[in-house]
């Protein structure tokens, strides 16, 4: 094959090494728009796990970048006055430079033939001379310019600045610093990468950048500036730019996250930032690159096929680890960009929110990392809530107004539809009981209806006549009787998604008779052409509704419920008046995200009022449409704002539901980001959501400061005593199991024990 790399940096290089060692006979050269000793960056970081795979894939390189580089274990951060360490994260720092002559060197001496300081303005200059042409030409890519309704980029220029420095300070552990200015907040990212020098790259919001008057700053006027902010890192030592060859403020640059859609076209591909990039937060850039590299020579070389099927091949292998990084890499960033968001945080847990920002270090990999550091955490996290000695946050109480909660797991409420009448049954008895019986603190109903017209489903449980208050009584004194939890009754009204069958009959689907009529904010169905459509709610109807809420809560208070939750989210009747999606009214009840959350307000007031005001209520929203044009999270933050102001104690932070329209992005702990951000701008206790299946989720969720509970439902589903196995898989012995069940705990407990030595052994 006859192949041609377009850009010389460690991308292009590393795949001509990999691919000429495998085929000795094919042409490969790079084309370099620079000089071979010019680079504008200082140093390079890779993990001990990525220097692996390096070795794996050539002996040689990875021999000279270990003899290059500067190898740490510790992550130092500074923050309010005081440091936090932590140890055991092994990575190494290598210079830019280096690396590029180590591969440089590699490349020639394998026979690639390498051409410097040829600008590259299209690749089709080289597409027909060539049976593959390598797109390593950097985030600024011209291919990807030129093919851009092929590779469909999605290019986000983010809010942040930053300027890349070096220094000859000698850092010995991989060091963050922040420092509260006038103008904001500013961050440091800086590690050691030889013998003499040290990566320093300072970080602010754009608006702190322009407060501070940089953008009318020389450039040498603005490296001082950040010398004076960061002296005490320096220790007397100067900072230093590579890119004299930019002017004025141009040194500091703004982060381009680039994600393609395709990454081939004809015989063209694209890697590395090419065709994705990933913050130097996080320091995968180089490492996503050099993979890329590793993948593509792989498949060239060995798959049997058309260039066209090969290069499809190595997008299918390398499209989800390059995501997952990436989304990796976009929540450290993100936490970058938002880090006046938990400067309020007590130093510990603002540390601790930053090591596992990612979200792919949690709370056990930061123990096997470093115990002693996590132990210390645990300890001062316990402090906070009275207790004297470590343990896992998820198994420290948390009070509300006059209510404690033995730990931070709750049962999400979870629909059943296994009523008649609007009356629990046993099924509920049991379904509540045996999960209250598990270890979470408390459960919670699924959605109880204010009226018959409320219910979602001819099987939803209701709380609108005696009976229904009295079946639930008996649930409720179960619970206390035989179990240290507490329950929650979760009030709503279906609204617009009522009328239809049970989940697992055809959800969303409409009865085929004995329908109800339903209302709406707007009379706007909820499956076009399918669903019913409701009627706009009058005056009169919003009257009765608040109505039915406050008669439902008193029948809650004298049910003997420890909390309550009132159910504005997931498109039911009072998310559709939030949402701008489902409410177009055009009096004081629509227009402005004020005017929509007017009614739901009015009626959250009246039922805090006919709610004792020693037990909490909490408010369940739908943090993010997921629909261009719908709420977002900004608007969400606001919703949650005027029910703290209404005397809302918790925000419950759900997503979605709202629209058939919706693209939801999945993933673990996928909404936890909406808990994060109400917690930490709004100031008031939330509730996460969302695919926490392990305890490790709950623990890190909880010690980050994410959140203050955590709502567990397939999980607790699939195992009701799921609280219980958590606690007894991280060795926590101190929590309650039923008299009856200890012969069962004590196994349990020594036979994890066991396990856990045969795995040391």
């Known amino acids: 094959m006859k192949i041609v790399c377009l850009g010389g940096g460690p991308a292009g290089l590393y795949f001509s090494i990999l691919a000429k060692k495998a085929n000795p006979s094919w042409d490969i050269t790079v084309v370099e728009r620079n000089r071979p000793d010019s680079t504008f960056g200082w140093g390079v970081v890779f993990s001990d796990k990525t220097m692996g795979g390096f070795k794996e894939a050539d002996p040689e390189t990875h021999v000279a970048i270990t003899e290059a580089f500067r190898h740490w274990d510790n992550i130092a951060v500074f923050c309010k006055g005081r440091k936090f360490n932590s140890g055991g994260h092994g990575f190494c720092g290598v210079a830019r430079m280096k690396l590029l002559q180590i591969l440089q060197e590699r490349a020639a001496g394998l026979g690639v033939h390498l051409v410097f300081q040829i600008e590259v303005t299209d690749p089709d200059d080289y597409a027909a001379s060539h049976d593959l042409v390598i797109a390593s030409d950097g985030a600024s890519?011209?291919?990807?310019?030129?093919?851009?309704?092929?590779?469909?980029?999605?290019?986000?220029?983010?809010?942040?600045?930053?300027?890349?420095?070096?220094?000859?300070?000698?850092?010995?552990?991989?060091?963050?610093?922040?420092?509260?200015?006038e103008w904001g907040w500013f961050n440091l990212h800086a590690y050691r990468f030889d013998a003499d020098w040290s990566t320093f790259i300072v970080e602010t919001p754009e608006e702190n950048w322009l407060r501070a008057g940089i953008d009318k700053m020389e450039q040498e006027e603005s490296i001082a500036l950040c010398a004076k902010l960061f002296a005490e890192r320096?220790?007397?030592?100067?900072?230093?730019?590579?890119?004299?060859?930019?002017?004025?403020?141009?040194?500091?640059?703004?982060?381009?996250?680039?994600?393609?859609?395709?990454?081939?076209?004809?015989?063209?591909?694209?890697?590395?930032?090419?065709?994705?990039?990933?913050?130097?937060?996080?320091g995968s850039g180089t490492k996503l690159a050099m993979e890329d590299a590793m993948t593509l020579a792989h498949v060239v070389s060995s798959?049997?096929?058309?260039?066209?099927?090969?290069?499809?091949?190595?997008?299918?292998?390398r499209e989800i680890e390059a995501l997952k990084l990436q989304s990796a890499a976009r929540n450290r960033m993100e936490w970058f960009e938002q880090v006046e968001r938990y400067v309020h945080l007590e130093p510990e847990q603002f540390t601790y929110s930053l090591l596992t920002g990612s979200q792919r270090i949690g709370h056990e990999n930061l123990k096997l990392r470093d115990a002693s550091y996590v132990r210390d955490v645990e300890r001062w996290f316990a402090a906070r809530s009275g207790v004297d000695h470590a343990v896992p946050p998820m198994f420290t109480p948390f009070t509300v107004r006059g209510l404690s909660l033995k730990n931070r797991v709750i049962v999400s409420p979870m629909a059943t539809y296994m009523a008649m009448d609007g009356v629990p049954n046993d099924f509920h008895l049991v379904h509540l009981a045996s999960r209250a019986m598990g270890g979470a603190a408390m459960v919670g109903t699924e959605m109880t209806c204010v009226s018959p017209d409320a219910r979602i489903t001819p099987s939803c449980p209701g709380m609108w006549n005696e009976e229904q208050q009295k079946a639930?009584?008996?649930?409720?004194?179960?619970?206390?009787?035989?179990?240290?939890a507490k329950i929650a009754l979760?009030?709503?009204?279906?609204?617009?998604?009522?009328?239809?069958?049970?989940?697992?009959?055809?959800?969303?689907?409409?009865?085929?008779?004995?329908n109800w009529p339903l209302v709406s904010a707007s009379p706007i169905p909820y499956i076009e052409g399918v669903s019913q459509t409701p009627r706009e709610a009058t005056r009169r109807d919003m009257d009765r509704i608040l109505a039915d809420f406050v008669a439902a809560t008193k029948r809650g208070v004298a049910a003997g419920f420890d909390w309550l939750e009132f159910?504005?989210?997931?498109?039911?009747?009072?998310?559709?008046?939030?949402?701008?999606?489902?409410?177009?009214?055009?009096?004081?009840?629509?227009?402005?995200?004020?005017?929509r959350c007017r009614f739901p307000l009015e009626v959250f007031r009246a039922m805090r009022s006919a709610w004792p005001a020693e037990k909490p209520m909490s408010v369940r929203i739908s943090a993010?449409?997921?629909?261009?044009?719908?709420?977002?999270?900004?608007?969400?933050?606001?919703?949650?704002?005027?029910?703290?102001?209404?005397?809302?104690?918790?925000?419950?932070?759900?997503?979605?539901?709202?629209?058939k329209a919706e693209k939801p992005i999945y993933g673990r702990m996928y909404q936890v980001p909406f808990s994060d951000r109400i917690r930490n701008e709004v100031g008031i206790p939330t509730i996460a959501v969302g695919n926490i299946f392990e305890g490790d989720h709950v623990n890190t969720i909880?010690?980050?400061?994410?959140?203050?509970l955590c709502a567990v439902a397939r999980p607790h589903l699939a195992d009701p005593s799921w609280t219980l196995h958590e606690a007894a898989k991280q060795g926590y012995t101190d929590i309650w199991w039923p008299d009856q069940y200890l012969a069962a705990k004590q196994q349990l407990e020594r036979n994890l024990a066991r396990a856990q030595l045969l795995v040391q052994a």
């Open 702 to 708: 909880i010690a980050a400061g994410r959140a203050d």
């Open 567 to 595: 159910h504005c989210a997931h498109g039911y009747l009072l998310s559709s008046f939030i949402s701008p999606l489902t409410n177009q009214r055009t009096d004081e009840y629509g227009g402005s995200l004020e005017n």
């Open 234 to 282: 320096l220790d007397g030592n100067g900072l230093i730019s590579n890119a004299k060859h930019l002017g004025g403020s141009a040194v500091w640059l703004k982060f381009a996250r680039v994600l393609c859609e395709k990454w081939h076209h004809k015989n063209i591909v694209l890697i590395g930032d090419a065709a994705h990039t990933a913050h130097f937060g996080i």
């Open 141 to 181: 890519s011209v291919t990807r310019k030129k093919y851009e309704s092929v590779f469909k980029p999605n290019i986000q220029v983010r809010r942040n600045r930053f300027v890349w420095l070096g220094t000859r300070k000698k850092l010995d552990a991989f060091t963050f610093d922040f420092k509260e200015t």
């Open 624 to 659: 993010h449409d997921w629909v261009p044009g719908g709420l977002a999270p900004e608007d969400a933050t606001e919703v949650a704002r005027l029910f703290c102001a209404a005397g809302a104690d918790v925000i419950d932070c759900s997503s979605g539901q709202v629209s």
């Open 472 to 484: 639930w009584q008996r649930i409720v004194d179960f619970v206390h009787s035989h179990t240290d």
């Open 303 to 317: 798959h049997k096929g058309g260039v066209s099927e090969a290069l499809q091949l190595y997008q299918d292998n």
């Open 490 to 514: 979760q009030l709503g009204h279906s609204g617009r998604k009522g009328s239809t069958h049970r989940g697992w009959e055809g959800i969303d689907l409409p009865l085929e008779s004995q």
